[in-house]
Nanobody, 119 residues
Framework: QVQFVESGGGLVQAGGSLRLSCLASGSTFVINRIGWFRQAPGKQRELVAQIDNLGFGKYGDSVKGRFIISGDNAQNTATLQMNSLKPDDTAVYYC?????????????WGQGTQVTVSS
């Protein structure tokens, strides 16, 4: 199994930036792709960004051009740089390994990190 610990969230005004960090531990050698998911109140969890072992990033339409994902395979970390934040970005952000179909690889989730964007 793999465990994920997220950090870096907070309260920011619209237009501001935040940097989220994810640390994976356990059987991390099974991870080929890691991603950031988010869940807003009353909404389903969605995948917003993912990066594979070659460093190729992929983004959801709602964050494209504003968020940048990076990963460090040696350190088992993933970072999400979030710029030009909007109130719609308000959510709890989680990281997890990602399957080819975009679904999370593991059923267990970390505590996540809250991002709140005020208008």
């Amino acid at each position: 199994q793999v465990q994920f610990v997220e950090s870096g969230g907070g309260l920011v005004q619209a237009g501001g930036s935040l940097r989220l960090s994810c640390l994976a531990s356990g059987s991390t050698f099974v991870i080929n792709r890691i991603g950031w998911f988010r869940q807003a109140p009353g909404k389903q969890r969605e995948l917003v960004a993912q990066i594979d072992n070659l460093g190729f990033g992929k983004y959801g339409d709602s964050v494209k051009g504003r968020f940048i994902i990076s990963g460090d395979n040696a350190q088992n970390t993933a970072t999400l740089q979030m710029n030009s934040l909007k109130p719609d970005d308000t959510a709890v952000y989680y990281c997890n390994a990602v399957l080819l179909n975009g679904n999370p690889a593991f059923d267990s989730w970390g505590q996540g990190t809250q991002v709140t964007v005020s208008s």
